[in-house]
Each structure stands twice: as C-alpha cells, then as structure tokens.
C-alpha cells in the first residue's frame, strides 16, 4: 500500500517536471539522442534524381516500372534509468538530498523519452540489485518508476558500480541508452563501466552535494563512511584537517572528470542546492552539437 505522502511526491513532481519536458526537454531528448538505425517504411514509383540504389527489384519486376524503397529513421529505443540507491545517496545540507535530486533529473529524462514513444526501465542498486523493472511505454509507467525510486530502502551498505553494470550488460542485449545517476563513491568500477560505454549510449549524472566538499567548523565528531560504514573521530577545528579533506575531496573530483574525459563519456555534475535545468540542457545541446 502506498502513503498518501508518497502519492503526493509524485503528483508534485509530474506537475513539477511536465513544464519541462513539454517546453525544454522533450524536444531536446529526441534530438539529442537519434534511433538506433534506419527502418523500412514502403515503397514509391521512381523519380528523375532518386538514388538507383534504393531501386526494389521485385517490386519493379511486378510492376513493369522501376519503384524505389523508402526509409525511416527507426526511432524507438529503450531508456534503462540505473539509480544508485545505496546509503550515502541519502544525505543532503540543503532543501533536499541527492537521492530526491537523482529522482527529479531521472523523472525528467524518463518523461521526455515516453513523450518520444520510447520505452524506459529502472535498475536500483547498491552493492547488490535491489530493483528491476522491465522498459515499458507510457505514463503510468513512468509513474510507477517513480514511484519505486522514492519507496527505495537499500537492503546493501555500499555500492558496486561495477556489479551494477555487470548486471545491466547481461540484461540488456541490444544497443539503449544508459543513465547512471550516482555520487559516484566507488572503486574499481572502470572495466565493466567502459564495456558499458561501448556497448550502449552511456550518460553519467554524478549527483553531489556542496557540504561534501567543506568540513564544517564543530569540533571533535564521529564521521561514519556511508559506504564502508568504518567510524572515526575528525578534529574539524583544525584548518589542516578541514583543508586536507577539500583537497581530497577536489581530487577524486578532478580524476573522476578526466576519466570520463579520457574516455568521451558524456557526464553532468549536478548538485542538491543548484538548479539542474542549465547544467542538462547544456548536455543536451553538446549531444545535439556532436550528431
């Protein structure tokens, strides 16, 4: 049974991202990411200045007149959201965490690519699968989507990217589109996360928060790593402490960019006090920029 609380989310949140999607994004989903190929559509009398390559001998053997075949571009594909849900997802310092920002972007990418007929799914994980939903069309679908995503409670303690794509290649045999929106505090994942790139249209949202970045100034506490669950005491008055932790922090930020870089990977840094409408349309119109 779902609360009512959850039902109002998302009721607020289609209303919130229809603007969206009818005004900005579903026009740039479709043109950002094009079909998988081109289709048969039919068959029509020659013209003076129609390519003799597309020319269907049988049809014209029947006919007695040359007849040409007609392509379209096949436009249906399939979306498959992968949504890290582990336990450091969870966290926030302003109006909301990074796991109910990972749902808004999802939410909007999702709406957008069933208003271009394609069909969408979801992967939840952690260290372990949580969740799987078959792609489907529609907005009910969608719906119930985001529905999971805000009734997700993580059974793992970590995350495994790389379990997570490993899973996702088995399942997926033809070509899709990827989005692996996750913060992205994870290790050794680069082999399966690379296959993945080759193997279907990978897009990375690395989801952060500005707080994850600064120590606050309160002293002597207890800091528990979401992901390892490993607990120590941290003397945040120190400025070297506070300022060793930036540098850390700014480092894995900076190799993680220049991985994705190095290996043209498309990615978006967003961030839970920041709006994410710029930093996505801003993706969408290099994608469009590239085709």
Known sequence: MISKE??????KLEIRTKGLVNNIFGGE????????GMEFSEVRAYTYGDDIRQIDWNV?????????????????????????????????SRSQTKMELAIEVCA??????IKNNDKVGLVLFSDKIEKVVPPKKGRTHVLRLIRELYTAEPSGSKTSLADALSYVNRLLTRKSIIVLASDFEDVDFEKQHKITSQKHDLVNLVIRDRLEENLPDVGVVPFTDAET????????????????????????QHKLAEYFL??????VNLYTNESYIRP?????????GRN
């Open 6 to 11: 959850v039902l109002k989310k998302i009721r």
């Open 29 to 36: 989903y479709q043109s950002a990411f094009k079909g998988q």
């Open 60 to 92: 014209t053997a029947r006919n007695d007149e040359p007849y040409i075949k007609i392509f379209e571009e096949e436009r249906e594909q399939t979306l498959m959201l992968c949504v890290d849900i582990s336990p450091s997802g969870f966290f926030g």
């Open 108 to 113: 909007v990418i999702a709406f957008s690519a």
């Open 229 to 252: 669950g490993e607990q120590k005491m941290i003397d945040t008055s120190s400025k070297k402490v506070r300022e060793s932790y930036r540098k850390k922090v700014l480092s894995d």
């Open 262 to 267: 190095k290996h043209k990977m498309d990615s």
């Open 280 to 288: 996505m349309v801003d993706f969408f119109q290099r994608r469009i």
